[in-house]
């Protein structure tokens, strides 16, 4: 019965070529339009790392002095706490985090000084965050002990130095010190770049930034202190300190904390650890408010910064917005084409035919004008992504059609025309016969 319905729809169709088109081209638009935006919000709003997410925390405590009661704790830790923190090793694996703007050489190639990105933090960032490798590997947890030398560098800055080959061994110059790469990672790009991120509650929904390269140099997290100091960004101080960018005994918020907790059990526990560590430093005098102690999820994390960008938000509800206008638009013309056909209908519901087969025909000849609406719509999108792969934003390369989205085009295409067909169809199927043959 449904190809009978097909073949009456197509027959349809290409009766009334001209209704048909505008039918096409307002579910075509709409579904372009709606698509290409939600396509970027699913891209820039998913999961960094799926299946290990769920297993990684990011610990806030508030040591900042002030006479105000805050009610969220900074988004960064001071060094005090941090690295006490740190040193409990209450965590399967954990690693401190900060980023620096440096000065970078490679002596051996000829290749000129440049301004570049590190990462300051510890061995278990790596295989805690799933950080893949091209040449070598990470350094050791005895090389974060030791302050050793050595580098792990991104697969793009391997490439602009050394051509792409195996850099394993070479030297790389970072202000006055000399680092030796141990690791060249593959090309690897967290979307967003989680692991230093911060301050997007803040940022007035101006967060295209969360989406820009990793850092390009990995040092152990002593050794980039001792490399950089001085030098280091503020985020976040009561008081100016005594030597610029010297921010380890101050009152500065700075550095970041990440840790992995593989049960539901040790969640517990260092949620417990972390409450009781600000209870503690509260005794002692140095929080004020130990009740801002808190353990975040990763996507709680950037649930909590607000990671996708306004203007994304925002193109989304109006996409939508226009969609349903071209929803609205679509349940005109096939109310204008079904009440066209009243003699038709009438014929039929003479000659036999129920309410329910007159229903089901034309909701199949609008299901398969959303087909092809949502195939010209498929080719609209297409050309959104490119159009917005081309915007000088940082998450521009991140675009692309994957998959579910691939198949959402088509669902929300069916979705849309199987809408605006319900109530034509209805009006449609309740035709009455006597009085459309009078009209023949």
Request: hydrophobic share 45%.
């Amino acid at each position: 019965m449904f190809a009978y319905y097909l073949k009456l729809a197509l027959r349809s169709l290409r009766r009334h070529p001209v209704l048909t088109a505008l039918m096409v081209l307002s579910i075509a638009v709409g579904i372009g339009a709606a698509m290409t935006t939600l396509t970027v919000m699913h891209l820039l709003s998913g999961d960094p790392l799926p299946g290990r997410s769920q297993h990684i925390f990011y610990p806030q405590v508030d040591a900042l002095s002030t006479d105000r009661a805050r009610r969220q704790p900074p988004d960064m830790l001071d060094y005090t706490s941090a690295m006490d923190l740190w040193r409990a090793q209450r965590a399967d694996r954990q690693a401190l985090v900060n980023d620096s703007r440096i000065k970078l050489q490679a002596p051996d190639t000829g290749h000129p000084s440049l301004m570049t990105t590190m990462l300051s933090t510890h061995a278990d960032f790596f295989p805690m965050f799933a950080v893949p490798f091209a040449f070598g590997g990470a350094w050791t947890a005895e090389d974060d002990e030791r302050h050793a030398r050595v580098a792990v560098i991104s697969a793009d800055l391997n490439e602009k130095l050394f051509g792409g080959d195996n850099s394993v061994g070479r030297t790389l110059r970072i202000r006055d010190a000399e680092v030796r790469i141990v690791g060249v990672l593959a090309p690897w790009r967290p979307s967003p770049q989680f692991h230093t991120l911060a301050g997007g509650n803040f940022s007035q929904g101006d967060t295209a930034s969360f989406y820009d390269t990793p850092e390009d140099v990995m040092v152990p997290f002593q050794t980039g202190l001792e490399i950089n100091d001085g030098h280091f960004a503020q985020f976040t101080c009561n008081a100016l300190p005594a030597t610029p960018g010297s921010l380890q005994n101050t009152d500065c918020v700075w550095l970041q904390l990440w840790v992995e907790l593989d049960s539901n059990a040790k969640v517990a526990d260092y949620r417990r650890f972390v409450t009781d560590y600000a209870a503690q430093q509260k005794a002692l005098g140095r929080m004020p408010f130990p009740e801002n102690a808190r353990l975040l999820s990763l996507m709680e994390w950037l649930d909590y910064n607000r990671v996708v960008p306004r203007d994304v938000r925002l193109q989304s509800w109006l996409a939508l917005a226009f969609l349903l206008v071209c929803l609205f638009n679509t349940v005109g013309l096939l109310l204008a084409k079904f009440m066209r056909r009243g003699g038709e209908i009438g014929v039929r519901r003479a000659l036999g035919a129920s309410r329910r087969s007159i229903f089901a025909q034309c909701l199949t000849e609008a299901g398969l004008t959303g087909v092809i609406g949502g195939a010209f719509g498929l080719l609209l999108t297409l050309l959104g992504l490119w159009a917005v792969r081309r915007q000088p934003v940082e998450y521009a390369d991140l675009i692309h059609l994957d998959m579910p989205m691939f198949v959402a085009t088509f669902a929300l295409a069916l979705a849309t025309s199987g809408i605006a067909g319900l109530f034509p169809a209805l009006r449609a199927s309740r035709i009455a016969p006597a009085m459309q043959l009078k009209t023949l």
